[in-house]
Nanobody, 122 residues
Framework: VQLQAFGGGLVQAGGSLRLSCAAS????????VGWFRQAPGKERQFVAA????????YYGDSVEGRFTISRDNAKNMVYLQMNSLKPEDTAVYYC????????????????WGQGTLVTVSS
């Protein structure tokens, strides 16, 4: 499966942004999908993940209550709605997929897309 993340941009603190992850090559419903982010000079960090059916979701502590992950398997799309953005949310955001794993461990995801940059100004 090929993944492409898009929707990043510049937003003021307190604002919202929705990222999208488009999948091609295989039916998205076969894969759990996760979002990760990497800020300059920092390690990549787990943001959120969603099971193949969308029935289960998981969030990193720093985004719990502000971000929402969802999916539309009919459109082969996964979304990350980001609200109440903070400057510390500034990072390159990546989507990743795997047939069996869902959760915060990036090494368990077999497929990765190119990232999209989110910049939150104070």
């Amino acid at each position: 499966v090929q993944l492409q993340a898009f929707g990043g941009g510049l937003v003021q603190a307190g604002g919202s942004l929705r990222l999208s992850c488009a999948a091609s090559g295989r039916t998205t419903s076969r894969y759990a999908v996760g979002w990760f982010r990497q800020a300059p000079g920092k390690e990549r960090q787990f943001v959120a993940a969603i099971s193949r059916s969308g029935g289960s979701t998981y969030y990193g502590d720093s985004v719990e209550g502000r971000f929402t992950i969802s999916r539309d398997n009919a459109k082969n799309m996964v979304y990350l709605q980001m609200n109440s953005l903070k400057p510390e949310d500034t990072a390159v955001y990546y989507c990743a997929a795997d047939r069996t794993s869902v959760g915060p461990i990036e090494a368990e995801y077999a497929y990765w897309g190119q990232g999209t940059l989110v910049t939150v100004s104070s």
